[in-house]
Structure formats: structure tokens, C-alpha cells
């Protein structure tokens, strides 16, 4: 019973969905399928219509400027920013992008994380400052707390997602679909419903 009940904790808070698109498009780019998912959680918490203060949307929170650039390098035409709502073109356009971040900073995945959060501009930077990066090559400090924070959320997440899914994400089935939406939609909705009564001064968060 107690087995249970951690799984059930688990999947709640590390919940698995787009599995085939996940492992499909990691494969096509040459990532980890965990590490995108763990990505999604962090960014989205695999709500599809997730939209960031910044405007960044869908699974991956991917902004039109990238959509845009991603959509212009894979052919998909006539783009418009609400396709990112879409899971595939969104994990499609996110993993393209993540594989762009991985050719520009020589595959140092801590390196891709921050670009990913931070922009690679950034990134650029902090290496060629002093303060930041000793070799140029490695961060020893992120002056972005959010970044830095984004980093350990999403380490974290991998080392749980390649644990609680090591044996289930290379099977292309939709066996456990419908209790992954169900994981999922509960997250939605009390997300929102917090969100709703933070809003209205009922309570603090």
C-alpha cells in the first residue's frame, strides 16, 4: 500500500506524457529522452497551454522568436506563434533548438540548460567574463538566481525521470495515456485553482 502511494506522490509530480513524441524527436536530435522530459516539467509541467510571462508557450516554452526560427529551418509552413500549443511542433521545435544549443556550446549540457533559460547570449558572456568562468569554457558562477535555480530543477528532475521511467520510455505504446492525463489534468487544475484564489486575495502562497 505504501509502495503505492509513493508511485501515486511520484507521478504527480514527475508525470510522463507526449512519450512518443519525446522519444522520437530526442532520437532525431541526438538528446536524452529523460532530459526532455525532465525539461518539460520544469518548464511547463506538461501543461500543453502553458504561457510564461514572457509569452513563451506550450511544453517546452518556446518563444516566437524561436518558433519562428525553428519553424523556418524544419520547412513548417505558414507558422504562427498559437502553434507551439500544438505538443508535437512544440517538442519538435524544442528539441531542434536544444540540439542548436548543444552544437554551439561543444555538448556541455549545463551549458545548454542555461542557454536554454538564459538565452545563448548570455551564456557567451558570463564565459568571457572573469567573474563568471576562470577557463572560459566552464560557469563557476550564474549571475541569474532563476537561472542558476533552472539548472538544479532540471538536474534534479533527470536523474528522477531516468529512474522512475528507464524501462518504459523506449516502448512505443499509449498503455498508460489516459492515466498520464489524468496525472496532468489534476496538476492543471489545482495550479489554476490556486492561482485563481492567490489572485482574489484569498490566499497567500
Do not use: C
Amino acid at each position: 500500500m505504501i509502495s503505492i502511494l509513493v508511485g501515486l506522490a511520484l507521478s504527480f509530480i514527475f508525470p510522463i506524457a507526449y512519450k512518443d513524441e519525446i522519444y522520437k524527436y530526442s532520437k532525431e536530435y541526438n538528446l536524452d529522452p529523460f532530459l526532455v522530459a525532465a525539461i518539460i516539467n520544469v518548464e511547463s509541467k506538461y501543461n500543453k497551454d502553458a504561457i510564461s510571462n514572457k509569452d513563451a508557450r506550450g511544453l517546452m516554452q518556446i518563444g516566437e522568436q524561436t518558433g519562428t526560427w525553428g519553424a523556418e529551418v524544419l520547412g513548417i509552413e505558414d507558422f504562427n506563434p498559437d502553434m507551439l500549443f500544438n505538443p508535437e511542433l512544440n517538442v519538435r521545435i524544442g528539441t531542434w533548438y536544444l540540439s542548436q544549443l548543444k552544437k554551439e556550446f561543444n555538448n556541455d549540457i549545463p551549458l545548454v540548460l542555461a542557454a536554454y533559460n538564459a538565452g545563448s547570449g548570455n551564456v557567451t558572456k558570463w564565459l568571457q567574463d572573469e567573474r563568471y568562468s576562470k577557463d572560459g569554457n566552464n560557469l563557476y558562477k550564474i549571475p541569474y538566481k532563476e537561472t542558476e535555480e533552472y539548472l538544479e530543477k532540471v538536474e534534479f528532475n533527470h536523474k528522477i525521470y531516468r529512474i522512475l521511467y528507464r524501462h518504459y520510455m523506449e516502448k512505443p505504446d499509449t498503455s498508460t495515456s489516459l492515466y498520464s492525463d489524468v496525472i496532468i489534468y489534476l496538476r492543471t487544475f489545482i495550479s489554476n485553482f490556486l492561482k485563481s484564489l492567490r489572485k482574489g486575495g484569498y490566499i497567500e502562497i
